[in-house]
């Protein structure tokens, strides 16, 4: 018997593995590590369990037949849907404002971008020229260090995609839940 691939099959520990084969979980521990032989485990019950994941049901003769219909899968929990669909809108409605606030934070920079070259381009006298082209810096580097790091197009695109996401997992869950509605589940 190879227990480890069962164990997988099934999704068992070791303790529920020995328990079932009715031997210490120790003495399964020891087997699948090969320390100890495989003859020391129950083999009616190791057997069944071989049989069962094959679709087979052992006979208790030494022969087996087809197992019964396999049990359904429990229906989803509708108010457990629910709820996470409420969850998704109420965040969706959140992360609009966040993306929102954003382009409102942005726009002032945004105009800068737009007006610097403007303001470059100015062919008239100016009273100190140093001064203004500094200012004119200072004017479009604070515009594109915080378009860079707090709501420009990176910054909006990362939430447009968070939104994205959400707005699919709402989809999903209505549609499941209409589904689910529609078939009286």
């Not at 210490?24 to 485990?41: P, V």
């Not at 052992?58 to 929990?77: K, M, Q, R, T, W």
């Not at 790091?149 to 909006?156: D, I």
């Not at 996401?165 to 499941?176: C, D, I, N, S, W």
């Amino acid at each position: 018997m190879h227990t480890p691939a069962l164990r997988t099959l099934f999704g068992l520990s070791q303790n529920m593995l020995a328990e079932w084969l009715g031997v210490a979980r120790s003495s399964l521990a020891l087997t699948e590590r090969g320390y100890q032989s495989t003859t020391a485990m129950p083999g009616t019950q190791a057997l069944r369990l071989q049989l069962a994941a094959k679709g087979l049901v052992y006979d208790g003769a030494g022969g087996s037949f087809p197992a019964p219909p396999a049990l359904p899968e429990p229906l989803p929990n509708p108010e457990e849907l629910a709820y996470r669909l409420q969850q998704c809108q109420t965040k969706i409605q959140g992360l609009k404002l966040q993306l929102d606030i954003l382009h409102r934070r942005a726009a002032p920079c945004a105009a800068r971008l737009v007006a610097a070259p403007a303001l470059r381009a100015y062919p008239g006298p100016v009273e100190n020229p140093q001064d203004e082209a500094d200012w004119i810096s200072l004017f479009e580097q604070q515009a594109r260090r915080q378009l860079r790091s707090t709501c420009g197009a990176t910054a909006r695109r990362l939430l447009e995609a968070r939104l994205a996401g959400l707005q699919r997992e709402a989809e999903v869950l209505a549609e499941g839940l209409e589904k689910d509605a529609e078939s009286g589940a």
